[in-house]
């Protein structure tokens, strides 16, 4: 078969995502403080783009009145120079005075009167777990080799106080013994918090039973041989093996109850993590104003000098320059442009979402709508994913509180009125349903089901089991009170 060369003509669509686009799109689903840090680094890379210092209105008439006084003291006739007195701000020695600032910067002096250390050598952040038992186990008399061994131990035991490590794995990872081993694990559960260490829960118990010293023997009696029973709220069969009435392991659960099942969760170094409103809405008179968050956030202009600087060069003598100002601007421009869209359509879709959820900003969470994203796209005429890069990790401040803007979009249930009832609105149902139960009795998925039904709310039990699973509530089973 011979081998041909030919040319083809072919007529095709394809989406290009083009430099701009793309910048356009990953500036559209950043936060407000992810957008900051962003424009932050190209203010750094880029010398075209700076950051515009416009003066308010308050601000020039103030500098164009002290322009006036000073012109008319000008004018007036000059009296003869007093004599300057002995403290006057020629003499002062400023030289003298910041030496130091000048030669070495900032360097506060420590006098024998303030013997505190400076504040940069503060800690910044309190001891977690890790710190606190290699504190703990640094001033403990154990040997060397325990403490060797125990500080590997340490570097194995997670956030709630737990080893994750057998002691098989353990003595594998070095040149330790079975017996050295179990030294350091014993080591490590006699640090505080009590019940650090612990491999399991039930271990975990154990140990703070020992350390309180609770002169109840059948505590430990229940934690120790009867963990299963315990478990499994099988608490007629537990009493009738412990040969107890009910009072009487009403008080034993009450003391295991009050025991911690995660001891290293006081030193935990988790801190909280502050959000800041992209879009504010606040309501002036009977309409809701829609008010972006740009506190912060620096307004960027293309340098002056720059472009001045482009049109005195020439292209052929200066080629390398020309051409890196031109993609500099080019890329200055795209940014500007990326950030103006993103501002607009951020905009539109907290419009829109107003628009459909005014009844909940009126009157509460009864009255929150049924909303997904393709009826905000329709409404503003754009496409679905973009509303749904706008809603990611942007937050809204409204006068109900404080939401994630994809709060307003969920699913909605069939009722008898005709109208669909939020998904939202349905758990908060169900939330008070069981909050108000008899916790002797409490109501199954089956009987919330009901109730539902009786309300014209068209549910079945699965969706009813499943938004009690999203709520964090355990089942009717779970929650039965025993005593």
Known sequence: MPLEQKLHLKLSQKLIMTPSLQQ??????????????????????????EESAEETKAEEAEAEAQEKNQNEEEQKPQEPEKEKEKDSFEEIDYDAYFQDYIEYGYNPRMTEEHDEFPIENTLTRPPNLTDHLTWQLNMSDASPDVKQVAYFIIGNIDEDGYLRATSEEIAAAGPWSAELVEKAITAIQSLDPIGVGARDLRECLLLQLDFLEIDVPLVEVVVRDHWDEFMQRKFVQLAKTLGIDMKTLEGLVEIIKHLDPKPGRKYSDERAIYVEPDVYIQKVGDEYVIVLNEDGMPKLR?????????????????????????????????????????????????????????????????????LVLRDVADDIQMHESTVSRVVSNKYMHTPRGLFLMKYFFHSGIDSDTGEDISSLTVKKKIQSYIDAEDPRKPLSDSKIMKILNDEGINIARRTVAKYRDELNIPSSTDRKQIF
């Open 302 to 370: 293309i340098n002056g000098s720059y472009r001045a600087m482009l049109n005195s060069m020439d292209s052929k003598q200066d080629g390398e320059t020309v051409n890196y100002i031109k993609d500099k601007i080019r890329s200055a421009v795209w940014l500007i442009k990326s950030l103006d869209q993103r501002q607009r359509t951020i905009y539109k879709v907290a419009e829109s979402i107003v628009k459909h959820q005014r009844e909940f900003l009126e009157k509460g969470i009864d009255y929150l709508r049924p």
């Open 24 to 49: 356009a799109i990953k500036l559209l689903q950043l936060s407000k403080l992810e957008l900051q840090e962003v424009l932050n680094q190209e203010l750094l890379e880029n010398p075209l783009l």
